[in-house]
C-alpha cells in the first residue's frame, strides 16, 4: 500500500510510520516540522520512504503530494487545549480549514481511504461513572474538541461509493516516541516523580482513558488496511477497557514505581474533561485490544529516563 502520513514527524505520527513501513507500506510523510523531522532518521535513505515539508492550510501544497495513495491518515494538527489556547485563530486554521483541504485534495485525487485522528476529548465531562461508546453525546469544551468535533462531522459525511473516511478518538497517548512529548498525563506524572518526588494533581477523581503510542499505530495500520466495509464511515475509540483510570489511580500506579513519591491534590476548575470509554466496537470489530497497560508504559519510561535517553526532558521541545 502507498499511504501518506501528514502529521508524520509528531509524537504519534513517527511511531506511526515506522509502524506502517515495518508492516510493508511504501509511506510518506508530509509535515510542517514544527518540531523538525529527526524523529524520522531511522526512516531515512529507504526506497519506501519519503518525506516533504509542507503546510496543510496551504490548499496549492497538496495536490501533489496527495496523488497517488491508497490511503491518507490525517494526525496534523495543533494538539492539545493548551497550545489551541494559546493562538486560537492558527488552531482553527489547522485543525479546521486545513483538514478541509486535506479532504478536498483526497477527493480530487481519488484517494480511497481518509483516517483521521480524532480525540476522546471530544466527550467531555462525559460524568455519571458509565463508559462511553462512540454513539454518546460530545460535549466538545475548549476550541481543541470543538475544531475536532466539526471536522470528525464533515469527513464522516464525506463517506461515499469509492471514498471511505474513518475517524479514530484516540485516548490519551503514553509511551516513549521518536519525537517525545512530556506534557501528556502519564510521562508528565512520571517525570515529576523522578526529577521532583512529588506529583501535583488536579481534579483527582477524574477519569481519563490512556493507550501506548505503539498501540495507537497498530490501530491506525489496521483500519488502513482493513475492508472497507469494515470501516467506511466508521467512529472507532482507540484503547483498551483496562487503560480507563483516574487522575489519583494513575500518580499511584506512578508512586508504586518510584519509590518515595508524594501525591499533592489541589482542587481548580478549569479542566473539567472527565470520561470513562468503552472500546468494545474496535475490539469487536476490528480484534484489536492494546498490548501495553499503563504501568508497562510507567515502567518503560523509567528506564528510559534512568539511561539517560533525554539530556534535559524538561526542555519546552517536548511539550505541546
Ligand atoms: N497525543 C495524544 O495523546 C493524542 C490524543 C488524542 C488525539 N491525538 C491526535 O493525534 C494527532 C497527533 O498528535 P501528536 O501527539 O502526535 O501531536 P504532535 O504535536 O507531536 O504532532 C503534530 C504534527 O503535526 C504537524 N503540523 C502542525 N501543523 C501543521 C500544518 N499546518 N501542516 C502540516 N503539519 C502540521 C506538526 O509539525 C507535528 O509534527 C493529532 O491530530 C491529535 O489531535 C493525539
Known amino acids: 500500500m502507498r499511504t501518506l502520513v501528514i502529521g508524520g514527524a509528531g509524537y504519534v505520527g513517527s511511531t506511526l510510520s515506522r509502524q506502517l513501513w515495518e508492516d510493508g507500506h511504501d509511506v510518506t510523510v508530509l509535515d510542517l516540522m514544527a518540531f523538525g523531522g529527526e524523529s524520522l532518521m ?44 494559546r493562538d486560537p485563530e492558527t488552531a482553527v486554521a489547522t485543525n479546521l480549514g486545513g483538514a478541509r483541504n486535506v479532504l478536498a485534495a ?31 453525546p460530545l460535549q466538545p469544551i475548549s476550541t481543541y474538541s470543538e475544531t475536532k468535533v466539526a471536522f470528525e462531522g464533515e469527513v464522516l459525511a464525506a463517506a461515499a ?52 503510542v505503539r ?27 483496562s487503560n480507563n483510570t483516574r487522575k489519583i489511580e494513575l500518580g499511584e500506579m506512578v508512586q508504586r514505581q518510584v519509590a518515595g513519591t508524594e501525591l499533592e491534590l489541589v482542587q481548580r476548575d478549569t479542566d473539567p474533561r472527565s470520561y470513562r470509554v468503552d472500546f468494545t466496537k474496535i475490539r469487536e470489530r476490528l480484534g484489536f485490544e492494546p498490548e501495553w497497560s499503563i504501568g508497562d508504559g ?11 535517553v533525554w539530556p ?5 521541545r517536548y511539550k505541546n
Not at 57 to 73: E, K, N, Q, T
Not at 106 to 117: D, K, Q, Y
Not at 312 to 316: R, V
Open 215 to 241: 498501540d495507537i499505530a497498530r490501530a491506525c495500520t489496521l483500519v488502513a488496511g482493513a475492508d472497507p466495509a469494515l470501516v467506511s464511515g466508521e467512529v472507532f475509540n482507540v484503547g483498551g477497557d
Open 42 to 85: 531511522s526512516l531515512y535513505g529507504n526506497p519506501r520512504f519519503r518525506i516533504a515539508r509542507g503546510d496543510i492550510r496551504d490548499p496549492a501544497a497538496l495536490d501533489d503530494i496527495v496523488a497517488g495513495h491508497d490511503a491518507v491518515l490525517l494526525l496534523a494538527a495543533i494538539v492539545g487545549e493548551p497550545a489551541c489556547n
Open 106 to 136: 483526497c477527493r480530487r485525487a481519488g484517494v480511497p481511504r481518509l483516517v483521521f485522528a480524532s480525540t476522546c476529548s471530544n466527550y467531555g465531562a462525559a460524568d455519571g461513572g458509565a463508559a462511553v461508546t462512540e454513539e454518546a
Open 161 to 212: 461509493e469509492g471514498f471511505h473516511p474513518t475517524v479514530l478518538r484516540l485516548s490519551t497517548a503514553f509511551g516513549v516516541s521518536a519525537r517525545m512529548r512530556f506534557d501528556l498525563l502519564v510521562s508528565d506524572f512520571t517525570l515529576a516523580a523522578k526529577r521532583d518526588g512529588k506529583i501535583v494533581i488536579f481534579g483527582e477523581q477524574f477519569w481519563r482513558p490512556f493507550v501506548h
Open 298 to 308: 510507567i515502567r518503560e519510561l523509567c528506564e528510559a529516563l534512568d539511561a539517560g
Open 312 to 316: 534535559d526532558p524538561g526542555d519546552a
